[in-house]
């Protein structure tokens, strides 16, 4: 661990460069691919394209809050794409086979499924001792598993009533706020209030810190990670819901993908404002940015190998920019 | 099992000399239960093994049990790297593509640089969690999404294949000794063997288990940690880099879901091994082991009831889940504790 301290410390310039620019430099990026997409293609400045990207972002955005209070214990998550999978898929299977004729029961079923999953997730980390990375990675095979076991392997189109189902995925409240939006802005109202202003997210970022000093001082750490699980994969739940909606129907592998995204967007978070610390506005940004570049290279009609590979470099910089910047403010 | 572990400590013995026979069950679990699951399997299905198949099953296992090794080499060093099977597919990608624009006599050259590309990745997976200090396995899954990257770029996002490649191409997937032991068994067994005596008898593989052991402890006695880092990442992608030319020159094809799915069984499989003769630690003869039990449930498991997408994902998923949970339980100290911190 201390074999590269000579980077940064002894190079002021270094320092001051990674500071200021890798604390900045989400916003930076972000508003540099508006501007070069838009010059790129005129198309992507258009307002139901942008309101598109704010959608898609959505999605990724609500499953990074979940996630970043699982990351703020000093733990990685890597369970959700198959949480948002399992939730979609239960509430429509429910509703395709009639066993439930109630659209908010199914919700409120497909949620407590992803619920399950976290604590499924925390019964392997905490009670059989498995690092939380390798449990999750696990747990989310065997969720994958299951979701192609009760949808038998094919996507359901048009399970319920259409305007019902997406409602909360294709409905834009007063005409102009699209309905993912309104509802990441609540509940990403509610964890960054938990996270910033309250005991528990303090306790959830000491655990992170030092989680054995937490323990000499008499923290249940165990409650508080069972709790930081839980209400991850039941944001990631909730976003799988919405996936659903957007999509109108639900298929085991639709979330694949986000069981990277949901890490990288998170990461990437932490190097927005604080040094190197997880925290919800810059998931929020991370996430536009992320749907924005997808959307853009879409458009472009750029190659998949661009596209694999712009993720990598997305994901390796941010990781990379978290490590530097954890390790100058452990100098202090 | 973990009171078993103590009672066998306390009475002086470890794994390595079990003296009564409830003890040697316990070393040796792991290979009991994978002759009892090929019986069960044999009983429920007497055509699942059948001798055609044993070849081909072989073959297939040799060539998953290279990379384990491979990713063995790595986490003995305390990194879980989950790129290993990635590399295995880039590997095999710049081969392919080199000998579909090569007349075949080129086949040697371009195999010396497709596992120069491998080595390559691993230094590069070595640069970013020993230099840099991100943990690896966050690192070396960004390194994924590169790799695959370079491999969709490689392969036109396609299953690649040419005509251009011939049968040398094919010699070392599909050939034979006398038309009975395949040459990637063969292989199998020789890094098996290099592997073995690298790590139990040289100076450098004590060394490399010190470091996995206990960093700290390690650099302050003086051994080289770095080093030792280094050269496990380059080992660990070397043998991907062989397990991947094995596994496309089989198949005769290479795409970016090979190294996808060459990345679930050698997870399984070393961590299987962690649980056979040294409890906790990783050897290779676990990993054998390990990658005979792997495949021994997947085949058994696919011929009786079948092969579809979610059988494979939930098998996998709660064999996977149940190797863990065992070392978990069996360590003293569990798991390493991998936390995102730094």
Redesign the interface.
């Given at each position: 661990m201390n074999e590269a301290h000579s980077t940064a410390q002894n190079r002021p310039l270094a320092r001051t460069s990674v500071n200021v620019f890798g604390r900045w430099w989400l916003l930076i990026l972000t508003a540099s691919m508006t501007l070069f997409f838009g010059l790129m293609q005129p198309n992507f400045l258009r307002a139901n394209n942008l309101l598109g990207i704010l959608s898609n972002a959505c999605l990724a955005a609500i499953a990074g809050c979940g996630l970043t209070c699982v990351m703020a214990t000093g733990e990685v998550d890597f369970s959700a794409g198959s949480a948002m999978t399992i939730a979609a898929c239960t509430m429509s299977v429910l509703l395709d086979s009639r066993i439930l004729n109630n659209y908010v029961g199914a919700m409120f079923v497909g949620i407590l499924a992803a619920t399950l999953m976290g604590a499924f997730n925390a019964f392997l980390h905490l009670t059989v001792g498995i690092p939380a990375f390798l449990a999750t990675l696990s747990s989310s095979l065997v969720v994958k598993g299951i979701a192609y076991w009760i949808t038998d392997g094919t996507t359901l189109y048009r399970v319920w009533d259409s305007d019902v189902y997406t409602y909360l995925g294709q409905h834009y409240l007063f005409g102009i706020f699209p309905m993912p939006f309104v509802v990441l802005v609540c509940v990403g109202a509610i964890i960054l209030f938990l996270l910033e202003f309250t005991k528990l997210g303090k306790i959830l970022f000491a655990i992170g810190s030092n989680q054995t000093a937490c323990d000499y001082m008499g923290i249940q750490t165990k409650k508080y990670k069972l709790i930081a699980f839980i209400m991850s994969a039941t944001m990631c739940g909730i976003s799988g819901i919405i996936q659903a909606s957007m999509s109108n129907g639900a298929g085991p592998n639709m979330a694949e993908s986000y069981q990277l995204l949901a890490v990288m967007v998170t990461v990437m978070g932490g190097t927005f404002l604080k040094k190197g610390i997880f925290n919800v506005p810059g998931t929020l940004l991370a996430a536009v940015l992320v749907t924005l570049v997808t959307n853009g290279m879409i458009m472009m009609e750029a190659s998949t190998w661009l596209k694999y590979t712009v993720e990598g470099l997305m994901m390796i910089s941010s990781v990379i920019i978290v490590t530097l910047l954890r390790r100058q403010s452990e100098r202090v | 099992m973990r009171k078993v572990e103590n009672a066998l400590s306390k009475q002086g013995h470890d794994c390595k000399k079990p003296e009564t026979v409830g003890q040697w069950i316990l070393c040796h679990f792991l290979l009991l239960v994978g002759l009892g699951l090929a019986l069960l399997f044999y009983v429920l299905n007497p055509n699942v093994f059948s001798s055609f198949g044993i070849t081909s099953i072989l073959s297939t296992a040799s060539i998953q049990g290279i990379i384990a090794l491979g990713l063995m080499m790595e986490l003995t060093t305390g990194n879980?790297d989950l790129s290993i099977g990635a590399t295995a597919g880039f590997s095999a990608a710049v081969l392919g593509a080199i000998m579909a624009n090569a007349s075949p006599n080129w086949y040697i050259p371009a195999v010396f640089i497709a596992l120069a590309a491998a080595v390559l990745v691993g230094l590069l997976n070595a640069f970013?969690t020993?230099?840099?200090?991100?943990p690896a396995?966050?690192?070396t899954?960004?390194?994924?999404?590169?790799?695959?990257?370079?491999?969709?770029?490689l392969t036109n996002?396609t299953i690649f294949y040419s005509n251009n490649w011939g049968e040398t191409y094919k010699l070392l997937g599909q050939g034979k000794i006398r038309n009975v032991i395949p040459y990637c068994c063969l292989i199998f067994l020789v890094i098996c063997v290099a592997c073995y005596i690298f790590l139990e008898h040289t100076k450098t593989g004590r060394y490399i288990y010190a470091t996995g052991a206990n960093r700290s402890a390690a650099k302050n006695v003086g051994i080289p940690v770095?080093r030792m880092q280094v050269l496990s990442f380059a080992i660990g992608a070397l043998l991907a880099g062989i397990g991947g030319i094995l596994h496309s020159s089989r198949n005769f094809q290479t795409s970016v879901q090979m190294g996808i799915d060459l990345q679930?069984p050698a997870q399984i499989c070393c961590l299987l091994g962690a649980t056979y003769k040294t409890p906790g630690k990783y050897n290779v003869p676990g990993c054998v082991v390990g990658i005979l039990l792997t495949t021994i449930i997947t085949n058994g498991v696919y011929g009786t009831i079948g092969s579809?997408?979610?059988?494979?994902?939930?098998?996998?998923?709660?064999v996977?889940?149940t190797a863990?949970?065992i070392i978990?339980?069996i360590r003293q100290e569990?798991?390493?504790?991998?936390?995102?911190?730094?």
């Open positions: - | 879980f970013i020993v230099r840099i200090g991100v396995f966050v690192g899954m960004a390194i994924r999404s590169l790799l695959s990257g370079a491999i969709s770029f996002n770095v679930l579809s997408i979610y059988i494979k994902s939930l098998v996998e998923g709660l996977f889940m863990i949970g978990a339980t569990g798991l390493p504790k991998v936390k995102f911190d730094i």
